[in-house]
């Protein structure tokens, strides 16, 4: 079966290069590489022109990421598509892996992998992204019930799509509120399998662009962005559930959100905006437990952590918000395997 590998661009010559190189070097025989450039102003345009003779390149006008991966998705022909940032890169023998569950069974609408990330001093050996994925299997009804966060995914370079799911769901709204991975993600666990494999597949690179809300950007705009992506995925979510017949609590998901981060967010957003108590303390408090797939333990400590920043004066409150949306996403790696 023919895999796809889309690698989006923008503004990333330095980091392109080895991505097109992870995808050239996959030792799987039926393989595809389309890169798109979305725009660029950088010396992208000369790296890509480098690898003309092995490639399909797309040289678009800027659009932003959804429009980049739509065009990617619409000029390949794979059954299975895997979209890979271009300043991430994949290991070896990531497409044999990713691609082995959705050659072997006709339900699986996605596999996922590990990713390692790398480029900063502070990133801790052996971190994987994220620290644990959940278990393969079939998670619509969890879905419904908790909304996306459901099953702990991988980011986007981390993932396989059967071509059958993305067809019925691309081309994705190409607004500035839209995730790809995170629209994927929380629609495909309503079309079929999702198979999490023990594997690191590709490498996560951290820098200035991808850190998230933190130092200078912690601001109102900033926060107020990202929830705007949190509440559009469920949005987006809760509009294919009831196209597909379902009826779904979506205020439950809006309060709780898809994790203990979203309830973070949410509360130094309404912190910023002078209204503190906005944030139920019941649906902060509870919210480590929504997704349904945290460790106990680890739970239960931020569930503590969480009322005591709800209890704490606005400024501390802030000052620990910030600190707690700092926090690693991943954990140390017991059962991944590293392959280079």
């Known amino acids: 079966m023919l895999v796809s590998i889309v690698i989006t661009n923008y503004n990333y010559g330095a980091y392109l290069a080895d991505a097109i190189e992870s995808a050239l070097g996959q030792s799987y025989p039926e393989k595809e590489i389309i890169v798109v450039d979305d725009g660029s102003t950088d010396h992208s345009a000369g790296i890509i022109a480098g690898y003309r003779d092995s490639i399909t390149s797309i040289l678009k006008e800027n659009g932003g990421p959804t429009s980049a991966a739509n065009a990617g998705f619409a000029n390949s022909r794979g059954g299975i598509v895997i979209f890979l940032d271009s300043d991430d890169y994949l290991l070896a023998g990531a497409v044999d892996a990713l691609a082995a569950p959705i050659r072997n069974n006709r339900l699986v609408a996605k596999s996922q992998g590990y990713l390692l990330p ?36 991988a980011f986007t370079s981390g993932n396989a799509w059967a071509r059958w799911f993305l067809t019925q769901v691309m081309p994705l709204p190409e607004t500035d509120n839209v995730a790809v991975d995170g629209c994927l993600n929380s629609v495909s666990t309503l079309f079929g399998l999702t198979v999490s494999i023990d594997k690191i597949v590709a490498a996560y690179r951290i820098h200035d662009r991808n850190m998230g809300p933190t130092g200078e950007t912690f601001s109102r705009p900033s926060l107020q962005r990202l929830m705007n992506r949190v509440e559009f995925t469920q949005d987006y979510l809760a509009r294919w559930a009831q196209h597909l017949g379902y009826t779904v609590p979506v205020d439950k998901w809006r309060a709780r959100g898809g994790s203990w981060r979203d309830g973070v967010l949410r509360f130094a957003l309404s912190s910023l905006e002078g209204s503190q108590r906005r944030v139920k303390f019941k649906d902060l408090f509870l919210s480590p437990f929504t997704t349904g797939h945290t460790i106990r333990p680890k739970a239960l400590i931020v569930s503590a952590l969480l009322a005591i920043l709800w209890l704490l004066p606005r400024k501390p409150a802030l000052a620990m918000a910030r600190l707690m949306l700092q926090m690693p996403k991943g954990a140390t790696t017991e059962n991944a395997s590293i392959s280079r």
Do not use: Q
């Open 118 to 153: 790398f480029g900063r001093a502070d990133v801790r050996s052996g971190r994987t992204i994220p620290g644990k994925l959940s278990l393969s299997g079939d998670y619509r009804r969890a879905t419904l019930k908790r909304g996306p966060g459901a099953c702990r995914h």
